[in-house]
């Protein structure tokens, strides 16, 4: 009998669903986002009005620098934390700050909050700035870059790209994440919205892998141009948004001389051998003592005839005269085929004293008087 109801209320449950279906047919879309104007409602008392069962706290130590901020605006941390029904206590011997419920403690949340504002504090984020976290819409986000980037030179230079100049990289990032951004030391603090967070962090760890903050807020100011639009909320923007690709830089010098690593094999290298065994393999340990030396003599004296032969050469080769170079240039004789002509050299000649200084000329041409030429025309005019 319950296993036949058990059937009938699955068959139902099966039938309803299908009709559901066929009758209101709803685009995921719709169900995913969210209606503009609308908020979460905010914890109050009356949800839970017998408060917390245990008492929970956490602590967090603070930098020596940043005792003499903590002592001014103690007081204000205080009052911000007594709305929400959480004690904090200062110890500036030991150097940490602390956050517990009490009694009067209605949010099971607020202590996670009170922690990230300490948290924040000591993080050299302002006060004024920390106590937004109290809000229900506020979230915060502590980035470790300390450890992404090997080189401490090459850090600082990446952290003060993501600063930029005069802190306008900084500012840009904020105003398009609306997120407050406090850059200190090995860490990076980040306080606004969820979606602001979540670019941020992005941004920051995409900074220590040497990718430059503009590329990111270029996309981001895109992006916040296209989410004004209605009609391309529910399309992909990857066609608008740009792509950027790396340069291929320049391939790295090989050195000339290669130092081959060899195959590594976990067996050790085989042992050398000793005289012993050398003489073993040529036959030479079974001999006579008086042959051994024998034949070691023999070597001896083979190689001294090739090294006398080597330095005899050596001496040698000073006593070979070199080559002489010839002193005159061989010239090429003139032709003797054709026939002086006897008749050209005498002009060359005659043209050759006429050129030289002081020799009388060969046909002299009688002076024509200018003043003759003059006279006889006025006569001809008398």
């Not at 408060?51 to 941390?77: D, I, N, Q």
């Not at 300390?146 to 500012?171: A, D, H, M, W």
């Not at 066609?239 to 290669?258: I, Q, V």
């Not at 023999?298 to 170079?325: D, H, W």
Request: proline content about 7%.
């Amino acid at each position: 009998m319950a296993s036949s109801k058990r059937g009938d209320c699955v068959s139902e449950t099966q039938t309803g669903k299908k009709v559901k279906k066929t009758k209101h047919q709803v685009d995921e879309s719709d169900l995913l986002t969210v209606p503009d104007g609308w908020k979460e409602a905010s914890f109050t008392k009356d949800d839970n009005p017998r408060g917390l069962l245990e008492e929970s706290s956490f602590a967090t130590l603070f930098p020596k620098y940043r005792e003499a901020y903590l002592k001014e605006c103690w007081p204000l941390v205080e009052k911000a934390l007594s709305d929400v029904n959480i004690k904090a206590t200062l110890d500036l011997i030991e150097g940490s700050i602390s956050v517990c419920t009490t009694k009067k403690t209605y949010d099971p949340y607020a202590i996670v909050r009170a922690r990230d504002l300490i948290k924040l504090l000591a993080r050299s984020v302002p006060f004024e700035q920390a106590v937004r976290i109290l809000q229900d819409d506020m979230a915060c986000d502590i980035i470790k870059v300390g450890t992404l980037v090997r080189n401490r030179e090459r850090f600082v230079k990446r952290r003060q790209r993501l600063i930029g100049p005069k802190g306008s990289t900084l500012k840009a990032l904020e105003l398009l994440t609306n997120c407050y951004v406090m850059v200190q030391g090995n860490t990076v603090s980040a306080l606004g919205p969820f979606n602001g967070l979540k670019e941020v962090r992005k941004v920051v760890m995409d900074t220590m892998k040497n990718i430059h903050p503009i590329y990111n807020i270029k996309t981001l100011m895109i992006k916040q141009e296209l989410s004004k639009d209605p009609d391309l909320r529910m399309q992909s923007w990857e066609r608008f948004l740009p792509k950027f690709r790396h340069k291929n830089l320049a391939k790295r010098r090989e050195p000339k001389k290669k130092s081959l690593k060899k195959e590594y094999t976990p067996f050790p290298p085989p042992q050398p051998e000793s005289t012993v065994d050398k003489e073993l393999a040529t036959g030479e340990f079974f001999l006579h003592e008086s042959v051994k030396k024998r034949k070691k003599m023999e070597e001896i004296k083979v190689k001294q005839a090739e090294a006398l032969t080597k330095k005899q050469e050596e001496r040698n080769k000073a006593f070979i005269p070199p080559k002489e170079k010839p002193l005159m240039k061989k010239t090429n004789k003139a032709p003797t085929e054709h026939k002086l002509d006897i008749e050209a050299i005498k002009e060359k000649v005659k043209r050759a004293k006429t050129k030289r200084l002081g020799a009388p000329p060969v046909n002299p041409t009688p002076p024509i008087s200018t003043t003759n030429g003059k006279k006889k025309k006025n006569k001809n005019k008398g």
